[in-house]
């Protein structure tokens, strides 16, 4: 049986174990534009109002999931779900046959199991990575609340689809990419040029099959690439918004 850590360690960017974001370019076919910091803060109000409005995403505590992960890389679909609080706790849990993995943010600590090995506190890349995937869970939110800097990166386009790329940063994590369809105001992919084993490689992920849930705006399904090569996919099959989650959850077990 294929152990599952390995596997997920390629399989998507939102299990990345221990890579540093180097700053990246605009990306292939992304053109320069000059806009003001007006007309970028116009762009986000409407991925707000796409992603169901100030009101709902204010009034999101609590977000979980519930999927698979279907992969090249391993035999059968690997068990997926997510627990997450706007308080910045966040539990990732993956499993695949007797194997499985769990990731835990509380704040600023993090934590990381699998079957072979006890959970450990983790730092540096292994725990910006975890603080990454929760800044992609919740992005709309973080958008909303003035979370990054942010510019314009330019036109492109994701599988045909006009899009506007926008380029994020704040003081503690790796840049973020996002790519929004110019016509619905979705964040259709997010990217970054990663650095793994001394060369850099773009990671992203595409997002797939909207469906409102609870008046939010989610992926269903969510597709990754390493180098432009597609490596996984995430299907989600149930979200819950706003469900009772104990504490306990995101506290290492004892």
């Not at 597709?223 to 918004?241: A, L, P, T």
Request: proline share 5%.
């Amino acid at each position: 049986m294929r152990n599952v850590r390995g596997v997920l360690s390629k399989a998507a960017p939102f299990f990345l174990i221990a890579t540093v974001l180097a700053p990246g370019g605009l990306g292939v076919g992304a053109k320069e534009s000059s806009v003001s910091p007006t007309q970028v803060e116009s762009l986000v109000n409407m991925i707000v109002d796409a992603y169901g409005g100030r009101e709902v995403l204010k009034n999101i505590h609590s977000l979980s999931a519930k999927g698979v992960i279907v992969s090249p890389l391993y035999e059968g679909p690997a068990e997926y779900s997510f627990e997450l609080m706007r308080d910045r706790k966040l539990r990732v849990e993956t499993r695949f046959g007797n194997s499985f993995e769990v990731r835990l943010l509380n704040g600023e600590h993090g934590y990381y199991q699998t079957a072979d090995a006890p959970m450990t506190d983790v730092s540096g890349a292994r725990l910006l990575s975890m603080v990454y995937q929760f800044k992609e869970l919740t992005m709309p939110y973080q958008l909303m609340m003035s979370a990054f800097i942010i510019t314009e990166g330019g036109r492109s386009t994701v599988n045909g689809i006009p899009v506007k790329v926008l380029m994020l940063k704040d003081k503690e994590g790796p840049p973020m990419r996002l790519y929004v369809d110019t016509k619905n105001r979705r964040i259709i992919k997010d990217s970054g040029i990663f650095s793994m084993g001394g060369s850099e490689t773009e990671l992203s992920s595409e997002f797939h099959d909207f469906r409102k849930v609870g008046g939010r705006l989610l992926p269903f399904r969510i597709v990754n690439y390493v180098g432009g090569q597609k490596i996984g996919e995430i299907r989600i099959h149930e979200y819950r918004v706003n469900p009772e989650l104990r504490d306990a959850l995101f506290v290492p077990e004892k």
